[in-house]
RNA sequence: GGGCGGGUGGCAGAGUGGUUGAAUGCACCAGUCUUGAAAACUGGCAUAGGUGUAAGUCUAUCGGGGGUUCGAAUCCCUCCCCGCCCGCCA
């Protein structure tokens, strides 16, 4: 949510900011509505501190016995009644369309964030590890995996559709041994708080970290009302939702491994074969509160505590910056962590650390005591450490051998029960 | 799912239609006293918004929404949450 007086006070930088997103001007409308309520606002207040006098001398001409000092003074009331029904629905009709239109408009870019259209423009920051030759033609993880015997997509397909996947023995060992160690690490070494949060959420909550209202056709929805999280950024981002965190508690870390629903709306055709794009997939979540002038560095740490995660696994990555057009829609800033895939010879999104300012904590009014009767919004970073579906096929892919065979990662071994090759 | 009881300021807890934005206690802030602290005493202490250079002033808020009334924390409806009992159930 964006703050209307910032945007009053500074309407051009509002608009060049949103320009580098590709939006068109937006202040123009927003403060001729907001100048439009304010006006329309004056008349009821001014409608309602008369009807407000007025009741307090009925009740004392009441006191007194003044019938006739009271009836005239009802007769007012009535009056101020009508301005403020008449005038109070326009209001409020005008405040919501005028929240309406804010909701829906995206965060603003950090000044350092390049620019650009598109992902194009997104700058590489950095690289790690050499892909490996292969004296032989690397195979996709689906046909590894398919060919293993561990990794069934039609099964999926008979009771869920496309877009699922079952998998057994070793592969289904291997992404739990995944996610057991990113946990670990998370948790351990990285000081994140393990979480186990709710899968189910409400539509408040998705509206505060930015899924909606515009990215309804995204999220699963349940017949009772709830939404199926689309990410644990929604459940660990709203701990601190409606609430005022003391100063020196902060920085709160979470991490998270739950299960993360899509619907892929609008992304039909787009990684059809195996695992790169599902409805459901796990995830090791990583989110962090912050006092707003430490957020650029707590953004760099949890880039590295996602990257340590694939230097464990000896996976060769590169991070890359997004640009302006390229941004989600809750971000100000954001890294993205990719990793080589051998079969698909370039780097696939594996990870996205986010720093989204202080974007979602007005849109779910978390705040921080910054001094006695000075509360102040916090800011909120999400992001993956790792995408443990993602982070398994890029394992399957890097680590085969010529036979089909997958070799364990070593860091993985004792969480596979000293399983080295998994054949 | 059924029944009953609750939801009030940072916390505890009064308040069942008329200067109640809300008693009281605790916590917190400032001051007096003290070498310092504690205790005691004095004062202050909710949030959001409109308006104003400012002092100030006005409006809204007692879980959310709606209603009754000249007037609602108080009455009615509805939803959510918490507790207890029953039923069902991993």
């Given at each position: 949510m964006h703050d209307i007086k910032a945007i009053r006070e500074n309407p051009d930088y509002y608009d060049k900011r949103w320009a580098k997103r590709?939006?068109?001007?937006?202040s123009k409308k927003i403060l001729d509505r907001d100048a439009l309520i304010r006006k329309a606002m004056n008349v009821v207040q001014e409608a309602e501190a008369a009807r407000n006098k007025s009741s307090k001398l009925i009740g004392q001409a009441m006191a007194k016995g003044d019938k006739e000092e009271a009836e005239r003074l009802k007769a007012e009331v009535a009056g101020a009644k009508n301005v403020i029904a008449a005038m109070g629905a326009q209001v409020d009709g005008e405040k919501a369309a005028l929240n309406d239109m804010l909701a829906a408009l995206p965060n603003i870019p950090f000044e350092n964030v390049p620019e650009g259209d598109d992902e194009d423009s997104n700058i590489e920051q950095h690289k790690w590890g050499t892909p490996k030759g292969y004296n032989f033609e690397p195979k996709s993880h689906d046909d590894l995996g398919e060919a293993l015997g561990m990794m069934d997509f039609e099964t999926a397909a008979k009771m869920s559709g496309s877009r699922f996947v079952v998998l057994s023995g070793l592969l289904s060992r291997l992404d739990r041994a995944l996610a057991a160690f990113m946990l670990d690490l998370q948790s351990g070494e990285n000081g994140y708080t393990e979480t186990t949060p709710p899968f189910l959420v409400w539509d408040k909550a998705l509206y505060g970290t930015g899924q909606l209202p515009k990215f309804e056709e995204d999220l699963y929805k349940t017949t009772a009302g709830h939404y199926l999280i689309p990410t644990a950024e929604v459940s660990l981002t709203n701990i601190v939702r409606e609430s005022i965190v003391d100063a020196e508690s902060l920085p709160h870390r979470y991490t998270a491994h739950t299960p993360c629903f899509r619907s892929e709306a609008g992304s039909a055709g787009r990684d059809t074969k195996g695992m790169i794009r599902q409805h459901q997939f796990n995830k090791v979540e990583l989110v962090s509160i912050v006092k707003p002038e430490d957020s650029e560095a707590e953004h760099k740490r949890m880039l590295g505590c996602a990257e340590e995660v694939l230097k464990r696994l000896k996976l060769p990555y590169r991070v890359v910056e997004l640009c302006t057009g390229d941004l989600g829609f809750g971000a100000r800033r954001t890294f993205d962590i990719e990793v080589w895939l051998p079969s698909q010879d370039t780097y696939r999104e594996i990870s996205s650390c986010s720093n989204c300012g202080d974007f979602q904590a007005r849109r779910m009014n978390a705040r921080y005591k910054h001094a006695a009767k000075d509360n102040r919004f916090v800011h909120t970073l999400n992001g993956s450490g790792l995408a443990v579906g993602r982070t398994l096929v890029a394992v399957l892919e890097n680590y085969q051998n010529e036979d089909g065979s997958i070799t364990v990662p070593d860091v993985l071994v004792p969480y596979m029960g000293g399983v080295t090759v998994i054949k």
């Open positions: 590709g939006l068109e001007v937006q």
